[in-house]
């Protein structure tokens, strides 16, 4: 891999939990070739780390900002961090 990796988290609100959220976010993750993890928080809203290229991890902030069919997304938080060098992706 030439790109260094980058580190987003994002938080997803609006309707968000109960659509699969997670599962689709996955295996988004997973085609993408970005690692990391997905979780609910208590508040409603789907928590996420996506760590990788630079384009890949680009592609799955985009797909925060629409998730998987019957999720209605009403806001995304971004926040950049720095890569801890993760492997493969978690559902929490």
Same mark, same amino acid.
């Given at each position: ?37 997905? =979780? ?5 809203? &789907? $928590?996420?780390?996506? %760590?990788? /290229?630079? *384009?890949?991890?680009?592609?799955? #902030? ?6 998987? =069919? ?5 806001? &995304? $938080?971004?926040?950049? %961090?720095? /890569?801890? *060098?993760?492997?493969?992706?978690? #559902?929490?």
């Amino acid at each position: 891999m030439n790109e260094e990796a980058i580190r987003r988290r994002v938080v997803v609100h609006g309707q968000v939990q109960g659509v699969f959220f997670r599962d689709s976010t996955r295996r988004e993750a997973s085609s993408a070739g970005v690692s990391g993890w997905v =979780r609910n928080r208590p508040d409603g809203t &789907v $928590e996420a780390v996506f %760590e990788g /290229p630079p *384009g890949a991890v680009e592609r799955m #902030v985009s797909f925060a900002y629409q998730g998987p =069919r019957g999720a209605d997304v009403a806001e &995304v $938080e971004t926040a950049d %961090e720095e /890569p801890e *060098g993760l492997g493969g992706f978690d #559902v929490r």
